[in-house]
């Protein structure tokens, strides 16, 4: 039997065509994947050498562990979100068969999906922005080896992790968010293994072998480097046992915790109910205090959006995975913290902006993951507790949930990083530091951090609504993310084509920051008037999983409203003004050089 429900597993996901999206998705992103994680920094080492392969195969297996807790997370949970679970259960099915049948099934299509890595960057090599000069001879082992010791490893401890806690918890959010751990311990061996004499603790910790492959290779010339083979032995093989023994545990634990039975199903999905009314409750409760009449005058609309705002934003904050990303974020940067500003072992006074530097550079990898999942979850809310037609019956204004779940969200943001503030302030204090310079803190987080964020919800919202998916819009927004953060995309080196550009630039504290406020400004409000151009494409697009993209296209005359065209036509007048601007005193009276 167990053979029969990993079969039927697997048939199933490869009758999907969303496990051909994934797969051609790592296939085409990986054919420049060397170009784009070196970005020509190798010098001497070839592009095709044995470490060069091995760390970006280990880096996109990484990014693109989303891809493994969509997979699994639908494996384990597929039969509770169709009601199946009550006949299932009744059936004379062994738990082991069951269990192990649906995760190898899931597996084998993870394993199927990553396929496509090795196999596009073996293609890379006779990509025409390769040149023969930069190549080693061809050698399919490159590609192979690390597939098998690396990425193998790091998937098998993944999907055991992400499919024992769907089938513990029964919820998919809380899934998808289970890698914010991998990442996490990640950044506890960097840190373990950039602080430490003996680098061994930091190489057994790290999940996808990014500072053992670093250590390995640490003191080599770039010829050494060019033919050193990653060697299945000392630390490599004792962290790949490691994360290995970690999935098998995993595995076994949630094994003997799982009850296999038609009653163990019940509490956990009554819980889900009684958290649907609740939330379904609470969604209806800010309408019924709002003032009448059915035509909301301004005044109603503004207390409306301030009701929904902090609705949207109090459900994000009533997660437990919320709280354990930001519990995870805090460790993080306290353990970090601890060596602030240290150069060859001596600490520095704990200035502003040195405090402000750390903070940022850790915690905008947090406030992203924050982003993509409840940006996500927020957008599709209604449509997951099938409260869209009770919704849509109340007398509001177009448009108001969804800048409810946009404002719910930015509220959001501003509390964690006056939080983050706050924190700072203290760890000065504490430190016998008086200088603490609030407007820096302000200005660096409010001025760069939050406009960031405030940018790419914006994005993921519009494209939440373009694919009409949740999944699709989870992987859509972190790859949109990951490209427009890369330092210099293949071909949108201008600041009016990388989404987001603009920021304050470094800080000194002789010369201020490093941008000027002309050009802060400019882009600013261009980026700004982009933001509010998704957002109506947001609303125009919106139409739910079931409503195909022709219909929602067909709709749009409909949803058009005088308020909607005007702010659009605005949103076009200030981006075509301030872009013009700054395209005038960049290229114009500038002289702007490429990279």
């Not at 969509?70 to 059936?91: P, S």
């Amino acid at each position: 039997m167990l053979y029969h429900i990993a079969r039927f597993e697997f048939a199933n996901r490869l009758r999907q065509p969303i496990t051909y999206l994934y797969f051609f998705l790592l296939l085409f992103s990986s054919l420049g994947a060397v170009d784009f994680i070196f970005e020509g920094r190798l010098g001497l080492v070839k592009t095709n050498a044995p470490y060069v392969v091995a760390t970006t195969m280990g880096l996109f297996s990484a990014f693109f562990l989303l891809i493994v807790s969509l997979v699994m997370g639908d494996a384990v949970l597929r039969d509770y979100r169709h009601g199946m679970t009550a006949l299932l259960f009744t059936k004379p099915l062994l738990k082991r068969d069951y269990l192990l049948g649906r995760f190898v099934g899931g597996f084998l299509v993870v394993l199927l999906i990553f396929s496509g890595l090795p196999l596009g960057m073996l293609l890379g090599e006779s990509m025409p922005w390769r040149e023969a000069s930069s190549l080693l001879t061809f050698d399919a082992g490159v590609y192979l080896q690390p597939y098998i010791y690396l990425v193998l490893p790091t998937l098998f401890a993944g999907s055991s992790v992400f499919f024992i806690t769907g089938a513990l918890t029964k919820k998919l959010l809380v899934v998808y968010t289970q890698g914010i751990l991998f990442f996490v311990v990640y950044l506890v061996a960097m840190i373990t293994s950039r602080e430490a004499i003996d680098p061994f603790w930091g190489s057994l910790l790290d999940p996808f072998s990014f500072e053992t492959i670093n250590n390995l290779i640490k003191f080599q010339s770039p010829e050494e480097r060019n033919h050193f083979a990653l060697p299945l032995t000392g630390i490599l093989l004792a962290n790949r046992i490691c994360w290995v023994s970690l999935g098998l545990i995993v595995l076994a634990a949630g094994y003997q915790r799982f009850r296999f039975s038609s009653s163990a199903g019940r509490p956990a999905m009554a819980q889900d109910d009684q958290e649907s009314r609740q939330t379904g409750e609470h969604m209806i409760r800010p309408a019924t205090h709002l003032p009448e009449p059915p035509t909301p005058k301004r005044s109603t609309r503004s207390l409306q959006l301030l009701a929904t705002t902090w609705f949207y934003c109090r459900s994000v904050l009533g997660e437990v995975s919320f709280w354990a990303i930001v519990l995870c974020a805090g460790a993080i940067i306290f353990i970090n913290g601890i060596s602030l500003g240290a150069v060859h072992g001596v600490n520095s006074l704990p200035t502003t902006y040195l405090v402000v530097e750390e903070l940022e550079e850790l915690a905008i990898a947090f406030f992203l993951i924050i982003m993509v999942f409840f940006s996500g979850t927020v957008f599709w809310r209604e449509q997951d507790l099938r409260a869209t037609a009770i919704l849509d019956a109340y007398p509001t204004w177009p448009g108001l949930l969804l800048l409810g779940k946009y404002f719910g969200l930015l509220l959001l943001y501003s509390l964690l990083l006056l939080v983050m503030i706050a924190s700072g302030m203290t760890y000065q204090l504490l430190a016998g530091y008086r200088d603490l310079q609030p407007g820096l803190y302000l200005a660096s987080f409010f001025g760069g951090t939050f406009k960031l964020l405030a940018l790419f919800t914006a994005a993921s919202f519009f494209l939440h609504a373009l694919t009409g998916r949740k999944a699709i819009g989870f992987l859509a927004t972190l790859v949109f993310a990951a490209i427009s953060l890369l330092p210099y995309p293949v071909g949108f080196h201008h600041p009016l084509l990388r989404f987001g550009s603009g920021g304050l630039g470094t800080y000194s504290e002789m010369n201020g920051f490093q941008n000027y406020p002309e050009a802060y400004g400019s882009l600013t409000l261009y980026w700004s008037a982009c933001a509010v151009l998704l957002l109506v494409g947001s609303f125009l697009l919106k139409g739910g999983q079931t409503v195909l993209f022709w219909q929602r296209i067909r709709g749009f005359r409909r949803q058009v409203t005088p308020a909607l065209a005007r702010s659009a036509f605005g949103a076009v007048l200030v981006l075509t003004l301030s872009g013009g601007l700054f395209f005038y005193h960049t290229n114009m009276t500038g002289q702007y050089a490429t990279p």
